[in-house]
């Protein structure tokens, strides 16, 4: 059974700092990773998904890595805001098509 | 595209009476997923459809819990009776079949509160 685990589970950083969140998981047989930003209240936003065939994707302040052999992923986001505080979900897809998810890391930006 | 639309986006209810969400996915999407969050539990997969077809319906709770998806772009999860341990927050998401660049789209939930 799938399992997925994020640490830290709350993380608070001043503004403009660089900070590494983490995911690890269980099985190495996935199709894919996404991860996802939720707000308080709010539903999920994908922010990035990478392939089983890759190792990371970028998308502007956003990277994210895959490192399939040892059951691991990070999102790494660059010079943080205020506006980046929210709760980011980690979550893996098998081939059972399912969806499993971290129980999250909440990030606090401080101005 | 609208994207995934769930309703109602709130509901509150008395304990024993009969709840139902409803969730509209993406078109063209194969895979329909509900899901449930809590604080203690994080988000858990209830049931999944393929090409409307139930899949996996380990995740429901127990026999209070049904859900149907009559036709490609309709779906319900039912509760009855509701009890107040069923509060939680409920999301539908919608899928490709997985070739691995695929991922979910999710609505942006019903808030179920039992009281």
């Known amino acids: 059974k799938q399992e997925v685990t994020q640490i830290p589970a709350a993380l608070s950083v001043p503004e403009g700092e660089n900070l590494v969140l983490n995911c690890s998981f269980t099985d190495s047989a996935i199709y894919n990773l996404q991860w996802f930003r939720q707000d308080p209240g709010k539903g999920l936003t994908s922010l990035l998904l990478?392939?089983?065939?890759?190792r990371e994707q970028t998308s502007g302040r956003l990277n994210a890595s895959l490192d399939k052999s040892s059951g691991r992923s990070t999102l790494y986001i660059a010079a943080s805001q205020p506006g980046d505080s929210a709760t980011y979900l980690c979550?893996?897809?098998?081939?059972?098509?399912?969806?499993?998810f971290g129980k999250g890391t909440k990030l606090t930006v401080n101005p | 595209d609208a994207g995934v639309i769930q309703s109602p986006r709130h509901e509150v209810t008395e304990m024993g009476q009969e709840v139902t969400l409803r969730c509209k996915p993406i078109?063209?999407?194969?895979?329909l997923f509900w899901y449930r969050q809590t604080m203690m539990r994080g988000l858990e997969l209830l049931i999944y459809f393929n090409n409307n077809v139930p899949i996996d319906d380990s995740g429901m709770p127990e026999d209070r819990f049904s859900a149907k998806m009559p036709n490609a772009s309709f779906s319900t999860l039912k509760i009855q009776p509701s009890e107040p341990r069923d509060s939680a927050v409920y999301f539908c998401a919608s899928s490709f079949y997985p070739g691995d660049g695929y991922g979910y789209t999710f609505g942006s939930g019903t808030r179920l509160t039992v009281v």
């Open positions: 979550a893996v897809r098998g081939g059972s098509e399912k969806l499993v």
């Open positions: 078109s063209g999407h194969d895979y």
């Open positions: 990478i392939q089983s065939s890759q």
